[in-house]
């Protein structure tokens, strides 16, 4: 039997802020797990500039790089590469994922090293490039042919905007210098921008020192409603539908706010981010009142077609 209560005026004012509070609720998860979604959806298809399929990772133990150290990890690689299913084998400082903590001031040797820029560093071996798939927009890329390429550098695009390069051409054989690292340094390459870290973040300027011995990579190509007095069920739809589309009203002008603060707040915290998708607000909001009006629908049909005595027995 239904609770006193409900036959109250404070009673149906409980039940009314119930309803509405779930319909809000509702709305706004429907409408944060969609942006949620929608963004995954957008990041998975992001062109992220590299390829980390069949990519694995093998971190060396921190121990001094003196010659054994050095003759073994070349050994260890050369194994790798007996491999048929192993497309390559590289190593570098950092991989992409990581943060690349090595970060020093960059500039011109043509200004003052008060014109630098703080950049990341990362030291890679001449196959850093081709494992990864990245693209060189203009020179070309470390080869071990080059014995002096030690005192050379590549950069990537967001790089030559930090250094004031107007092209990658331009900034070919133009000098470097890095804070704390002795001589300078001759720029034989620009790579292609691409996420070093996730969307969260900004590409970061980089610039790339060769050293051919570092992290060993293998890559593989992997309510209740009672008919009294007559009344007909068109008559106590009407009477429902009134009131609760007035009720799913309030309710979705509580969820949209709600949600799209909460939707910015967490999109806010992706450098690279989907623009907000409106349509998920309205789409949301019909399909909360669609669904709450259906099962209204029922349950009032199937009270108004019943015996109204047996209704009113209930209360």
């Known amino acids: 039997k239904r609770s006193k209560l409900s036959q109250t005026r404070g009673g149906r004012l409980l039940k009314q802020g119930l309803v509405g509070f779930q319909l809000t609720a509702s709305t706004v998860l429907i409408i944060l797990s969609a942006i949620v979604y929608l963004q995954i959806q957008y990041m998975r298809a992001s062109d992220l500039g590299i390829d980390i399929s069949g990519v694995v990772a093998v971190t060396l133990p921190p121990v001094p790089a003196n010659a054994e150290y050095l003759n073994n990890l070349t050994a260890f690689q050369t194994e790798l590469r007996q491999f048929p299913a192993v497309k390559g084998v590289s190593g570098s400082s950092h991989i992409p994922g990581s943060d690349p903590q090595f970060r020093r001031l960059v500039w011109k040797t043509t200004e003052q090293a008060t014109t630098g820029k703080v950049q990341s560093v990362i030291f890679i071996d001449d196959e850093f490039i081709t494992t990864y798939g990245m693209e060189i927009a203009a020179g070309r890329n470390f080869s071990r042919e080059f014995g002096a390429d030690r005192a050379n550098v590549l950069v990537n695009q967001q790089s030559l905007q930090v250094l004031g390069f107007d092209s990658p051409e331009e900034a070919l054989g133009k000098e470097i210098s890095v804070w704390a690292l002795p001589g300078v340094f001759r720029i034989v390459g620009v790579v292609k921008n691409y996420h070093h870290q996730s969307l969260k973040n900004q590409r970061s300027p980089i610039i790339f020192l060769f050293n051919p011995m570092f992290n060993a990579l293998q890559k593989t190509r992997e309510i209740g409603i009672r008919k009294t007095m007559g ?82 027995r209930e209360d």
């Open 231 to 312: 009344a007909g069920v068109r008559d106590i739809l009407s009477l429902l539908t009134s009131g609760y589309i007035k009720l799913t009203v309030i309710a979705m002008l509580v969820a949209w706010p709600a949600a799209y603060v909460l939707a910015s707040d967490w999109l806010a915290g992706y450098a690279f981010r989907i623009p907000m998708p409106w349509a998920v607000f309205v789409l949301a909001g019909v399909l909360i009142g669609g669904v709450a009006l259906l099962a209204m629908g029922y349950h009032t049909v199937s009270a108004a077609a019943g015996n109204p005595i047996d209704a009113l």
